[in-house]
């Protein structure tokens, strides 16, 4: 059954309460995504995204899903083919995940940025946590859920068919996938992963060994195999053979079974059209119009000839009057009286006289004799000839020398016609004598005749051997390496001893090639190839017809066929291929996978179970369920069966079932458990950034894992609330992070069951002295959580690492506030934004958090609120300029707003953005603003107009933007992977560089060295790239392994410091131009996206998406290495990382 996508966008998305899960398929094959409760998905589609370029514009495009073919002719498709988020069942592009799911959110109805629904999506069977991570990062920093359990595919496939009575609670889960195969025991309804096999075979394996297949058994018709076609075939024609090499013998002999089993796939063809032989009236009627054509045509020449005859006659009479009148005028006179004639002396007329004569006998068709007593009266007619060119005047010269051209053509003339006349005479001799020797003798003559042939064939055949690949015979009959001179037949050879011979015999005398008839046979010689086998084969056979050559130039469809092409030529046989592809889930080593088959893994998984009970072992094999898209194929369970009884005890019961719908059941058992009333309080997700507490929850994350898979063991864990002081998953939660516990708020705000009160109080008093308040358990005070007595905070005591931060604002709520912050999920594609800028000389750091910007001041750790953009609109951007106090704010609508930060009021408010403004860049006098539009705006503060001048040439959204130190260029980087260099005097870039794979966000300007530049590409790309923009070259790079998301130079001495997100969220110190790592600082659980420096250039701040903003001492001073001291709220001792 061919697949169908359903892709149609929902309409009712808002009619959902906003406690209804959302249900997700994630399979490796294809996408399901609906709502908890019904019973089918609402969209359905391919799980790979493809990126081709528009063949006009060359803008990339996503294509997500199964392509319309009809709009793909307007792509260059041959250097991006489909893509997956998957490396066998595991999701490790989480790029491509989010294009996924971006599409799957848009067609189930979403309208906003975020999803206010918990998300229920499957994965594989004992997934790494580590993708496991990446997803719940994803769902949580990208749509803002509120919650996300995980399950395992095949679990809710055997709950959902348990229910409907089609298995057991004991017994075995086949599921044979897309890339690989699971076996899973179930006892008492709970799956055993302990006992779980898993094989690298599954149905993709299959439908590209299909492929294979017929593109080496049908090679002309390659084009036609795409993968969407094979696949289908798999699905209508292939089976399972009971006994595969019986089955193989079958097919082997060719007998009517295997003809019957074969199917047929006829591609387009139509048939040439058939000529009827036309009827008689039919012959008649073309006879007719034939003759009439002719008779008009034969008219037609006879007035041509008549009119050429009576132009001639009036010619020749003109010219014979013209003599007469000569024959009257005087000699002297005779220059005087031929002026107005055109000629110039009597033998000129005479010669006109001849030529016309003689165009006159030949358009009346006399004979030839007569034309020749013309030509020999003409001899008489050269007079000047034999004169010497000494006795003769200037004019007697020229007049020389054309008689002397007309006698030699002449004479040409003559002897070609009597080589011609001897040439018939010899033939007709030579044919008068073969006819003799015929009568007299039959059988020699034939036999001779034979041997005259073959011999004649042979050179033919030898000629075109040489021609075509210069293949010769050293006498043994091998081809070896020969000479050109060896390799070129006897007409070649000739052709180039005459070429020789006449370029040797230039310049040793005279030029006077061409003065001799004889001269002039030499191209004759030259053109002529060796042709006289093939005269001689038409002389002897006459039905001979020599095969025309192809050139170089000539293609293989325009050579001759042998026969014309019929329907069987355009059919596709499937006899063997229909089993021996399926063949592979048994035997994986007929593709080169040495893994074991499907039964073997039953047996498998059986031995690995820590039981011995046999009662058991027969209850696992007496529910065997099949689900999953490959188990689709006819055979399949008959198979199973037969080979799990060769590995049990004889009189074993072996029952082997298909599930209702082995596609959709496990996204139907998903949604059948998200509807259940217990779901939501099985769903808890909390956070903790504190990475050692993380890893000693490891054992309880492991559980998580089982619990949301199975019922059973998820209820088996009590609430947090009750038993757990901390979470079972590393997952962030923004309503339980009970901020209210710190007294850093005015009012309380409601509290979230499943908070960790006991966590909030440690932290609390770790933050702020055990004498901010009191600390007891949440029991009472009794058996509370011990708390050190340092403060964590003071990172040179024995606690602290090389590479801790100097401080910590923990939780984004947290950091700048001590006031109501908008949460994280307020932010827009966070990675392109740009939310937080340096400390300027103020020592202020500002941030940007949903709709309002905070200032917060070093000195005293006070907060300001700047501005509050109101409930329709946010902050994209800020950016201090370089002196003062102004500040820049880049509005999610397209404005930029500048604000004065000391009294906190609103000095411009500037458009021309579309949409959302995502980077801004100071220089000493205008602010330069990049968009998701494309451009780039220039604003000068000094004018009225909203902007100065536009750059265009991102061909998507500007991340990027930075000014030189010396204000003469400004560096753009695009989510188009373009880095581009513009400078003040043109609108066009003086630079474009191509050379990152990834978008370029990461932009920074050496303050030590001019025209130095940095950058740093994305998750495809992970490279920082050093550039000389005076001449555009790329000065070295250096691969870190991860995202690069922002770049920083050090004021201070020549390094750079560097942040990442995926995968590793470090921070990384450089030496340039070495390129030596310095240092590697880690603390941030997710991507480091936001980064700003200090004013003396010592401490850098960064923020990440795990609601933290940590402060590091990083560079040493100008004059001394000595760790500085603040005297704020904040006072603490900084550690150098050298």
């Not at 009809?70 to 989480?94: E, M």
Request: charged share 25%; hydrophobic share 30%; net charge neutral.
């Amino acid at each position: 059954m061919p697949f169908v996508s359903q892709i149609k966008r929902q309409t009712d998305y808002n009619l959902f309460s906003s406690t209804t899960p959302i249900v997700i398929d994630n399979g490796a094959s294809n996408f399901r995504i609906g709502w908890a409760g019904e019973n089918d998905p609402r969209v359905i589609f391919r799980n790979i995204v493809q990126r081709p370029r528009h063949k006009t514009t060359g803008e990339t495009v996503s294509i997500v899903g199964d392509h319309d073919t009809t709009l793909l002719k307007y792509f260059d498709c041959s250097r991006s083919g489909p893509r997956s988020a998957f490396d066998s069942n595991v999701v490790y592009q989480f790029e491509i995940m989010e294009y996924i799911l971006d599409f799957g959110f848009d067609r189930l109805g979403a309208n906003g940025s975020e999803i206010d629904h918990p998300v229920l999506i499957t994965e594989c069977i004992l997934n790494p946590v580590q993708s496991r991570s990446k997803m719940a990062e994803l769902l949580f920093e990208t749509y803002g859920v509120p919650s996300v359990a995980f399950g395992v595919d095949a679990a809710f496939s055997y709950k959902y068919n348990q229910q409907h009575g089609i298995c057991d609670k004991d017994g075995l889960a086949i599921c044979p996938g897309f890339t690989t195969t699971h076996v899973i025991p179930f006892i008492d309804g709970e799956p055993v992963y302990k006992g779980c096999s898993r094989t690298n075979i599954g149905g993709y394996h299959v439908t590209d060994y299909l492929k294979q297949l017929l593109s080496l058994k049908y090679p002309h018709h390659m084009a036609r195999f795409t993968w969407e076609k094979v696949e289908d075939l798999k699905m209508e024609h292939c089976y399972i053979a009971t006994d595969y090499a019986s089955e193989a013998r079958l097919f082997q002999k060719g007998t009517k079974e295997a003809e019957e089993k074969t199917r047929c796939w006829q591609l387009p063809w139509v048939p040439p059209p058939i000529e009827e032989p036309p009827s008689e009236e039919e012959i008649a009627r073309k006879a007719a119009i034939k003759e009439r054509q002719g008779q008009r045509l034969r008219e037609m020449a006879e007035a041509k000839k008549s009119s050429r005859i009576n132009e001639f006659e009036n010619q020749l009479r003109g010219l014979e009057f013209l003599l007469q009148q000569l024959e009257k005028v005087e000699e002297s006179e005779i220059s005087y009286f031929l002026k107005d004639t055109g000629y110039v002396s009597r033998q000129e007329i005479e010669s006109a006289l001849a030529k016309v004569t003689q165009s006159l006998r030949k358009v009346k068709g006399e004979p030839k004799g007569e034309q020749a007593e013309v030509e020999e009266k003409t001899d008489e007619k050269y007079p000047l000839v034999n004169i010497p060119d000494n006795m003769l005047t200037p004019d007697q010269l020229r007049e020389k020398r054309r008689q002397m051209f007309l006698k030699t053509t002449s004479d040409g003339r003559q002897r070609a016609k009597q080589k011609r006349v001897e040439e018939d005479l010899e033939r007709e001799r030579k044919n008068q004598l073969d006819e003799k020797k015929r009568l007299e003798n039959p059988e020699l003559y034939l036999g001779e005749m034979r041997t005259k042939y073959k011999e004649l064939c042979e050179k033919v055949e030898q000629r075109k051997r040489l021609k075509t690949n210069g293949n010769n015979s050293n006498g043994n009959g091998m081809s070896g390496g020969v000479g050109r001179g060896e390799r070129l037949n006897a007409a070649q050879r000739e052709r180039m001893r005459l070429l020789t011979t006449a370029a040797f015999d230039r310049g040793k005398g005279e030029d006077n090639f061409g003065a001799k008839d004889e001269d002039w046979q030499l191209y004759k010689l030259m053109s002529k190839d060796n042709d006289e086998d093939d005269e001689g084969l038409q002389e002897i056979d006459p039905t001979f017809v020599p095969k025309p050559e192809p050139g170089p130039s000539q293609s293989a469809a325009d050579t001759p066929r042998s026969r014309p092409l019929t329907k069987e030529d355009f059919q596709i046989l499937l006899g063997v291929e229909r089993f021996r592809c399926p063949e592979i889930l048994f035997h994986p080593n007929l593709v080169g996978i040495d893994q074991a088959g499907l039964d073997e893994m039953a047996g498998v998984s059986m031995r690995r179970l820590s039981s011995k009970d046999q009662v058991l072992d027969e209850r696992l094999t007496n529910s065997i369920l099949m689900t999953g898209g490959s188990c689709l194929y006819p055979g399949l369970s008959e198979r199973i069966e037969a080979g799990i009884r060769m590995i049990r005890p004889c009189g074993s019961p072996i029952k082997v079932v298909r599930a209702l719908d082995p596609v959709l059941d496990a996204w139907r058992g998903a949604s059948l458990y998200a509807d259940a009333v217990q779901f939501p309080q099985q769903m808890r997700a909390e956070f903790f950034s504190d990475s050692s507490m993380a890893q000693a929850k490891h054992s309880i994350l492991d559980r998580a894992v089982t619990c949301v898979s199975s019922p059973r063991a998820i209820s088996s864990l009590s609430s947090p609330s009750k038993t757990s002081s901390c979470s079972d998953r590393f997952i962030p939660c923004r309503s339980s992070s009970r901020l209210h516990t710190f007294g850093l708020r005015e009012k309380e705000s409601p509290v979230k069951e499943g908070g960790n009160e006991a966590y909030a109080r440690l932290l609390k008093s770790e933050l702020f002295g055990s004498d901010f308040g009191s600390f007891s358990s949440p029991a009472g005070g009794q058996g509370g959580l011990g708390s050190p007595s340092k403060n964590m905070l003071r990172f040179k005591t024995d606690h602290s690492g090389p590479n801790s931060p100097v401080f910590l604002l923990q939780s984004l709520d947290m950091i700048v506030g001590f006031l109501r912050i908008v949460d994280k999920e307020d932010c827009f594609e966070p990675l392109l934004l740009n939310i937080e800028d340096s400390v300027q000389e103020m020592n202020v750091l500002a941030v940007g958090l949903g709709t309002c910007v905070y200032l917060w001041t070093a000195s005293n750790s006070k907060v300001t609120r700047l501005c509050d953009l109101g409930p329709n609109d946010s902050v994209c951007s800020v950016q201090w300029t370089r002196e003062g106090s102004y500040i820049s704010v880049g509005t999610q609508l397209g404005q930029v707003q500048v604000w004065d930060g000391t009294q906190c009021k609103r000095v411009r408010t500037m458009g021309g953005h579309q949409t959302r403004t995502s980077v801004l860049a100071w220089n000493s006098r205008t602010l330069a603003s990049g968009s998701r539009d494309r451009n780039i705006l220039q604003h000068d503060l000094r004018v009225s107009s909203d902007y100065v001048s536009k750059l265009i040439g991102h061909k998507s959204e500007v991340c990027g933007l930075k000014w030189s130190h010396d204000d003469r260029e400004l560096a753009s980087g695009g989510n188009d992977n373009q880095l581009l260099v513009w400078n003040q005097h043109s609108q066009l870039p003086v630079l474009t560089l191509t050379e990152h794979t990834a978008a370029v966000k990461a932009i920074a300007w050496s303050p030590h060295q001019s025209g130095l530049l940095a950058s740093g590409g994305g998750t495809a790309d992970r490279c920082i790239r050093f550039w000389n923009t005076t001449n555009g070259h790329q000065l070295n790079h250096v691969d870190t392994g991860s995202q690069v998301c922002n770049l920083v130079w050090s004021k201070n001495v020549n390094e750079l410091v560097s942040t990442h997100g995926y995968s590793q969220n470090q921070i990384m110190v450089w030496k340039y131009p070495s390129l030596s790592k310095v240092a590697t600082l880690v603390g941030h659980s997710l991507r480091v996206l936001y980064l700003a420096m200090s004013p003396d250039g010592q401490t850098i701040v960064t923020g990440a998406g795990d609601e933290t903003l940590r402060f590091w001492n990083v560079f040493p001073s100008m004059k001394t290495q000595t760790p500085v001291k603040d005297t704020g709220l904040w006072s603490l001792g900084r550690t150098q990382i050298r």
